[in-house]
């Protein structure tokens, strides 16, 4: 059989737009009425004008006496006026209706109330609607509420709800039917054999499909078989408003999604210039767009970004939402390929009053790349890299706030650091320990490059001070660094397999200028305590002894 070739690739842009440009004629889906209490997340599907007014009637806006302003005239504290209950004045609190003939409220604290509460003594003067709620004062009566395309949140539930709307009208949920292709994916919770693989796409897809306000429907794995995959698509395509095909879009033999697409419909995009995703197909089939998704993680996550989750918004008829971006620094060149626009993961660490970004492993089949990261990196089509020092715009996959307040970690990762991240997020009310694996050379010189804030490394048990000093300086040389002991390390005996491994030290290095700052102090004194020495007896062939002790330099 010979091998298939992508069609021409066309760039992200024009393929987005062959996509949208044919759905839009038909977009966006049909409306549907439901209760406002269950509206949250939905779109809303009309204009939806204000039934009631809110508040309905005049209402008291503080707590004390409703009076009328010119009967209160000149009051104050050395002339107070006295006033009868309730002809001349009536008791109120904050949300009663203001009574007929009364046009102002004064303030309990400037009332003297006597014992029989015949009478009052005012001792403030008022003005016409003082203290007074008028009529529609939050919501008018016949105002619009909410807007076509607007994404019902909570608050709107209450606008909606105040305003007299038991049911909204909302766009349908796209559905959007995934189907994992292929012999070796077996279902989560399956006993495994040699060559499967578990099959989790369908998961992760269906998540973002739900974040973009769709109803995903998630079938079993079918296999590499045209026939078979022809008919699944027959069966599927009156049942959904997407179908997404994943795995089988590239250009080997058992890749048939995109000869599947061109035997029943039009095949429009077979290849696209990004990376990871090159392999996308999209074409239509009785008039529903057909997505031929690729099967590794992050090239199936970063293709739904960027064309599934803006194919939902345009049938919804909203806008498809940005993520949040910062600016942050590179302190190493990250490569990139001319005529590919490539998407890069990466670890943000908050240094010195700016972000600084690095690249996290970028091979499309590494969940933990995208389930780790928090960010990612453009580097666009026109250029072949990101320089050494260069500022740069990170998509946010995380929450900005909690970025800062994380210490980043690089280097050999060692069970005891659970202690340690736990004992931070306890202390601290959440700081997160990020910890990027990464041996402990390429840990040295990221601490001594200014990309984290601390690196993890490893040492024979017998190298002495001076040893552990000259090995840390032999990758961060010209930068001033606190090398601080975690345990010394002999686990042998724990061991459940064969290969033995040498008693070595464990040590944190930490660039001087940073020992102060909030995160990085609490760690060091997590080190030092009691508490992390106990909690460390839990884990055999430690040693915490001398945890938290500077080595000598």
């Not at 670890?347 to 499309?364: C, N, T």
Request: proline share 7%; net charge negative.
């Amino acid at each position: 059989m010979a091998k298939a070739v992508y069609l021409q690739k066309k760039t992200l842009a024009d393929a987005l737009a062959a996509l949208l440009g044919r759905v839009r004629p038909c977009a966006p889906v049909e409306t549907e009425v439901v209760p406002v209490a269950d509206a949250a997340g939905r779109v809303c599907a009309e204009w939806v004008t204000a039934q009631l007014s809110s508040p309905p009637f005049e209402a008291a806006a503080m707590d004390g006496v409703a009076v009328i302003a010119s009967s209160v005239e000149g009051a104050s504290e050395s002339r107070p006026v006295t006033l009868k209950v309730p002809e001349q004045a009536t008791f109120v609190d904050t949300g009663d209706p203001v009574p007929d003939g009364f046009d102002a409220v004064v303030m309990a604290e400037y009332v003297v109330v006597p014992d029989d509460r015949a009478e009052v003594q005012i001792m403030a003067s008022a003005v016409p609607g003082q203290h007074v709620r008028q009529v529609g004062e939050d919501i008018a009566m016949g105002d619009p509420v909410v807007a076509p395309g607007d994404r019902i949140t909570p608050y709107i539930q209450g606008l909606l709800l105040a305003a007299g709307h038991q049911t909204v009208p909302v766009r349908r949920k796209p559905v959007v039917c995934i189907v994992p292709t292929g012999e070796e994916l077996v279902k989560p919770g399956m006993p495994l054999r040699k060559g499967q693989l578990i099959e989790y796409n369908s998961v992760v897809l269906a998540g973002l499909v739900r974040e973009c306000g769709g109803e995903p429907v998630c079938l079993d794995p079918v296999p590499d078989d045209k026939p078979v995959l022809e008919a699944t698509v027959r069966d599927l395509l009156p049942k959904c408003d997407v179908l997404v095909l994943n795995g089988g879009s590239s250009a080997g033999r058992g890749d048939l999604v995109p000869d599947v697409i061109r035997s029943m419909g039009e095949l429009l995009v077979h290849g696209v210039s990004i990376k990871p995703g090159k392999p996308l197909a999209i074409g239509f089939i009785d008039g529903k767009p057909v997505l031929g998704v690729p099967g590794y993680p992050v090239s199936a996550i970063v293709v739904f970004e960027e064309f599934v989750k803006p194919l939902i918004a345009l049938l919804l008829g909203e806008r498809c939402s940005l993520r949040r971006t910062v600016l942050a620094r590179t302190r190493r060149k990250i490569p990139g390929k001319l005529g590919v626009e490539e998407f890069v993961r990466v670890r943000l660490a908050w240094i010195r009053g700016e972000f600084v970004a690095s690249p996290m492993k970028r091979g499309a089949g590494q969940i933990s790349s995208i389930a780790h990261a928090d960010g990612i990196l453009r580097i666009p089509a026109r250029k072949e890299g990101v320089a050494e020092n260069e500022t740069v715009e990170v998509e946010l996959l995380r929450d900005e706030d909690t970025i800062r307040s994380s210490v980043v970690g690089f280097g050999n990762y060692d069970p005891i650091l659970a202690v340690i991240a736990d004992l931070l997020r306890e202390r601290t009310g959440g700081t997160r320990l990020a910890f990027t694996k990464a041996g402990s050379d390429a840990a040295l010189m990221a601490v001594g490059r200014g990309e984290c804030h601390v690196a993890a490394c490893r040492v024979p048990e017998s190298s002495s001070d001076d040893d552990t000093v000259a090995y840390v300086k032999q990758y961060v040389a010209d930068a001033r660094m606190a090398i601080v002991r975690v345990a010394t390390r002999d686990v042998n005996s724990h061991k459940l397999d064969s290969e033995p491994v040498l008693p070595d030290q464990y040590h944190l290095v930490i660039a001087q200028n940073l020992m102060e700052s909030d995160g990085v102090r609490e760690l060091l004194e997590i080190t030092r305590s009691t508490e992390f020495r106990n909690a460390g007896r839990a884990y055999p062939g430690y040693d915490l002894t001398h945890a938290g002790e500077s080595v000598t330099q």
